[in-house]
């Protein structure tokens, strides 16, 4: 039941708009494996072969010690609503920090601009397989809508606050890998 692509075409991009999460995995040959949910609003799909994700301050930064050490990264899609399908984009991720003229650059061009509060990195997806399968197992759920909770736990921080959680929180992986948040 699986089909392999070696890119989106518009049949699958157009998929891919229609979804409100997405899951993304990384490990390194030593490490735990993670998988994170992300909210679509925050993906762009920037070539056949390349998405980049806004990321936001969380609990860890495990993605970003996975690329820094390996590079290895999947996305997942999974339809909740509608006909059944899972999507998954496998590559080799990067992550491009704040501090940098190509994230400013990406944020012009793919975001208006706009960084919301808590914006930690780009994460940049150059994948050479697409595969999709049928997703008969995924249960039907219905999208009720985003959850505020991020965006008010950052209000409430504050940017020296935010600062503060990441170099706490964000600077190594649960496995003690850095990230490169703070190099340089």
């Not at 993906?43 to 860890?60: C, K, M, P, Q, V």
Request: net charge negative; charged share 25%.
């Amino acid at each position: 039941m699986a089909k392999q692509f070696s890119n989106v075409d518009d049949r699958l991009r157009d998929f891919i708009a229609r979804q409100h999460i997405f899951f993304t995995a990384s490990a390194t040959s030593e490490s735990r494996v993670n998988v994170s949910p992300r909210e679509t609003l925050c993906l762009r799909i920037i070539s056949a072969n390349t998405a980049i994700y806004l990321d936001r301050t969380g609990s860890g930064n495990e993605t970003s010690a996975h690329m820094k050490a390996d590079g290895r990264l999947t996305i997942m899609f999974c339809a909740v609503e509608g006909p059944p399908m899972i999507l998954r984009l496998y590559g080799r991720g990067r992550i491009i920090h704040r501090s940098t003229q190509e994230y400013r650059e990406l944020l012009n061009d793919y975001y208006a601009g706009e960084e919301p509060l808590g914006a930690r990195q780009i994460v940049r997806l150059d994948f050479d397989l697409v595969q999709t399968s049928c997703g008969f197992g995924v249960p039907l759920f219905s999208y009720e809508g985003e959850r505020p909770s991020l965006d008010q736990w950052a209000k409430a921080k504050g940017p020296d606050g935010i600062e503060e959680y990441r170099r706490e929180k964000n600077s190594f992986s649960m496995d003690g890998l850095p990230t490169g948040m703070f190099d340089g």
